[in-house]
């Protein structure tokens, strides 16, 4: 095995840690959250800017979390786990991905800390980039009861509709957000995406 002078592997170190430093800040998310093992359904996982949209806007809300789904909706989710990422944390009520424009979006579902099972809120967040402003969008609320029963997940377009419905709908993104709800008696799949300025919602089989 070859060695390499002290200096040199000191130097190889430091460069491989100032290029981790550089992707997670490209991509828009704290390096410092990783490092410390940050839990993934709380607010500390997302970007800075995300964080202060949410902690002003929705102080009395959290992130839908794997505690906080029914039982149903916890078994699907159990059964439709994927290896979670350092761009997508293992959280049902986070979704990550290129929602709105060529740009890194976060969808998140909200319910209320203290009743949690009472309502819930989808918004979405498409960070910023250079010039262009981020931008914040509710693309669908709740208050009628069964929080518990929903969560999300990223979804690419192309997988749910075909190129003819893609340009028919007039999507411009190719991702779109996963709304799965499972009830004790109902199951049923929504597919959240952006199309002449809003976002827009339609039933999927899945």
Not at 22 to 51: H, R, S
Not at 58 to 65: E, N
Not at 109 to 137: H, W
């Amino acid at each position: 095995m070859i060695q390499l002078p002290t200096n040199r592997r000191i130097f190889i170190q430091a460069a491989v840690v100032a290029s981790s430093v550089v992707m997670f800040l490209v991509i828009g998310v704290c390096p410092v959250a990783f490092a410390n093992k940050v839990k993934p359904c709380t607010l500390e996982w997302l970007p800075d800017e995300v964080q202060v949209r949410l902690k002003t806007d929705y102080s009395s809300w959290k992130i839908q979390d794997l505690p906080g789904l029914s039982v149903k909706a916890n078994a699907r989710w159990q059964s439709e786990k994927r290896t979670p990422s350092q761009m997508e944390p293992e959280c049902p009520g986070i979704a990550v991905g290129e929602f709105k424009t060529n740009q890194l979006s976060y969808a998140v579902l909200l319910v209320p800390i203290e009743k949690p099972d009472a309502a819930y809120r989808l918004v979405i967040f498409t960070l910023s980039s250079g010039t262009a402003p981020g931008s914040f969008e509710t693309a669908d609320e709740w208050d009628n009861g069964g929080a518990a029963n929903y969560y999300i997940r990223p979804v690419h377009i192309a997988k749910v509709f075909s190129s003819e419905w893609v340009r028919k709908l007039k999507v411009p993104a190719k991702d779109g957000v996963i709304s799965v709800e499972a009830a004790e008696n109902e199951y049923g799949v929504e597919v959240y995406f952006w199309s002449n300025g809003q976002y827009r919602h339609e039933p999927i089989d899945h």
